[in-house]
């Protein structure tokens, strides 16, 4: 399935989110100016239909039509134009394989929350891209700030996605069970890669955490279990509990000299690791960090002092002061 850079015959570099001329994207590039809140679909059969983002505002005939481009649609761009997109948006989508988001720094603001009723915990997600099973590509342009709390979660065949460096914050469950997603790079601009950001995201293998990283959150990436290696820049300063549990083919991971705090379980149950190298800053070892790492060989502590919970590890044998 070709992207929508592809179609036009521009393919970006890899890493950078491709910049797209919006009036070469509509049927008609004299309409583009009077778009307002209007999107673009592409449908199966290849053509191009503009509809409406303000279902309330449609007659009974023009929302059933909007429905059925919906269902058909295969491909969408979302010009900048575009200022919020109704709840569950996407889910209306059955067959939409790849988005192009124009880079309105408004546009995919959403919120994930819990709300108490007669004694009852309900789940709520008001992003307009949640649990749209359809989407395999998503390229967001320049422009765009943060991604927002639970925005793609459970986007389950989700396997590619561009940020662009712009975005300055990743929410809680931004990616959230996205089993699909192969790659992610962080945008230079993150300086927190928050909690469960990217949890039980099975497939992902490669990640790319930019120098601006000084936290990496509870829970980010637990349960990615594909992922074998990850460098931890230099400037990140804390790793959060659970950051990395579960990941069980991970084998390599590098600490940088500014890390001055881990914490609980952050390592637990990487069945595939065999070797650490804990940095000098870090003064305690947390209960349970290398529980379950049952081919961890060797752990190399540069520091001089150190406080660990021998019950909690099981692991005291394997410590060497460097």
């Not at 389950?156 to 809680?172: A, E, F, H, Q, Y």
């Not at 509990?241 to 990487?270: H, N, V």
Request: glycine share 6%; hydrophobic share 40%; charged share 25%.
């Amino acid at each position: 399935m070709n992207s929508f850079q592809e179609v036009q015959g521009n393919t970006p570099s890899k890493n950078v989110a491709p910049q797209i001329d919006l009036n070469k994207q509509t049927l008609n590039s004299n309409i583009a100016p009077q778009l307002g809140q209007k999107i673009e679909l592409e449908l199966g059969n290849g053509e191009k239909v503009l509809v409406s983002t303000g279902f309330f505002k449609l007659d009974e005939s023009e929302l059933q039509k909007t429905m059925a481009y919906l269902k058909e649609a295969v491909k969408m761009v979302v010009p900048k134009e575009v200022a919020q997109l109704p709840e569950g948006f996407f889910r209306k989508c059955e067959n939409l394989k790849d988005v192009l988001l124009a880079g309105n720094q408004d546009l995919i603001s959403s919120k994930r929350f819990y709300i108490d009723s007669d004694g009852y915990n309900y789940f709520c997600n008001t992003s307009p891209f949640f649990k749209c099973k359809g989407i395999e590509s998503l390229i967001i342009q320049e422009g765009i700030q943060r991604i927002s709390d639970g925005q793609f979660e459970d986007c389950v065949n989700l396997k590619r996605v561009v940020l662009p460096t712009s975005v300055k914050r990743i929410g809680v469950f931004a990616f959230k069970d996205c089993e699909s997603l192969e790659r992610i790079e962080i945008p230079r601009n993150v300086s927190i890669i928050s909690k469960c950001a990217f949890i039980r995201c099975k497939n992902l293998t490669e990640v790319i955490l930019s120098p601006s990283v000084k936290i990496i959150d509870d829970g980010a990436f637990l349960g990615c279990e594909s992922l074998e290696k990850i460098i931890i820049p230099e400037g990140v300063e804390k790793i959060g509990m659970d950051a990395f549990e579960r990941c069980k083919k991970l084998k390599e991971i590098q600490l940088p000299s500014t890390l001055t705090k881990l914490e609980m379980g952050a390592f637990a149950d990487c069945e595939s690791l065999e070797r650490v190298v804990i940095p000098d800053k870090i003064k305690q070892i947390p209960i349970a960090l290398f529980q379950g790492c049952k081919n961890l060989k060797e752990v190399i502590y540069k520091g001089r002092n150190i406080i660990h919970d021998i019950k909690s590890r099981g692991t005291t044998s394997l410590f060497h002061i460097a």
